[in-house]
């Protein structure tokens, strides 16, 4: 036997996985999209076995580690917290699928008004009842929902918040953790001191920690906006005169207030974005430019500065037609909302609420709106599977279902129809093979008798014959 060093030796061919296997790697690979796993698992036993396995479902959400955007919340006058998507057919999730978890204690017809979306992380909703003076923690996927009273030291305030997952383990997927632990932070201003404070409460132990507090270098004022997540520290952008962002870190649990890039105290609108180093940004636009600044911080003297990233006129960027005039009201632009995890902004210009993604700058437009009647958009992103959503899953199979056993009903009544048409058919021939034999019978025994007349008949005239 000959046998090759390794140096020389071809590189032995890979082995295909069994069938198994390779079904897994062939569903793992499907895009993160609401219909993709529910078609998937409508194919046949083998394939739903495999598609709500937890593990699979585990797999799958570390393989794509970013789950989906799927629509926003917002509120619409009458209706209250509502859901709108984003998605086109067939990954559009219909909007009273998320909307049940408003329609109770928060969304009934007698509180419907004194429910106040503050912003939306991780597959959860956070909402403050300003009646009950108490926050829900909501998922709209598994309808679960947490209450928690208000401190006390935040009640009269006007209040920032901020809910984000807990979970620490390694590998850990943010947007499919829908058991795992989460945080709930509360920030707001003290209007006699003019100190910002902070608070925060774990699922965990199910109470709410110390008060932190820091100093302000000038007057600030919290109008409710909600926090962007840049690595283990949360922001929110102040009303203030001298360009504040109220910075809270995680790690270290310590609050302070920090200077946005130099004229965000203007007119413009601006809002803190992901940076594309991972750094703190903030996007400010003032039509028709949208600037996008990043935050650097010296590392020797911990002195922070913002550097102006990149100029982008907006209207090119969103498509909209040059011989189109501007609307003359300046206050019809301003940012909708953000989304830290797909880095979309939401955005309303010229009448227009538009979608647009900043590192692609690809944009799309959602519908027409005004100022006056456009809130807040809480982007909402998960992995909608069949494991996770079992009611909509569960209509979508059942259709198809449904789809499946009318055609199989349709085609066992042709089959029996045309067994009924054959048995007639056989039933006809028997029939006809019968009445054929009984003729023959008949023509036989008929024949018979005319043999015996004929046989009498000669007889009888040959008896005659003699006697004369």
Known sequence: MTRHSCGSSPAAPASLPDDGDLLWEVLLRLPPKPSSLPRASAVCKRWRCIATDTKFLRCFYAHHRKPPLLGFFHRRNQEGIVFTPILDAPDHVPPQRFNFGFHGRVGDNHHRSRGELLECRHGRVLVIDLVRTEVLVCDPITREQHHMSVPPEFRGYYLNGAVLCAAAEQGHVHGGCYSSPFNVVLASICRKSNLPFVCVYSSESGIWG????????????????????????????????????????????????????????????????????????????????LKIWHMKVNNCQGVSTWLLWKIIEIRSVLGIPSHIQRIAVTREDKFLGYDEGTDVVFLLVDGGVYMLRLRSMQSKKLYEANYNNTTKHHPFASFYTLETSPRPSLVAICEIRARVDESTRKREEVEINNRRMEEMFAQQREMRARQQERMARQQAACEVRFTVFDSYFERASASSSSYS
């Open 210 to 289: 110390n008060i932190i507090s820091a100093e302000a270098p000038y007057a600030i004022n919290c109008d409710g906006c909600p926090s962007t997540l840049v690595g283990n520290s949360l922001y929110w952008l102040l009303s203030s005169i001298g360009n504040g962002i109220l910075k809270f870190d995680l790690d270290r649990q310590s609050l302070a207030v920090i200077k946005g890039p130099p004229g965000t105290s203007d007119r413009g609108i601006h809002q803190i974005i992901r940076a594309e180093d991972g750094s703190v940004g903030m996007a400010t636009f003032n039509h028709p430019w």
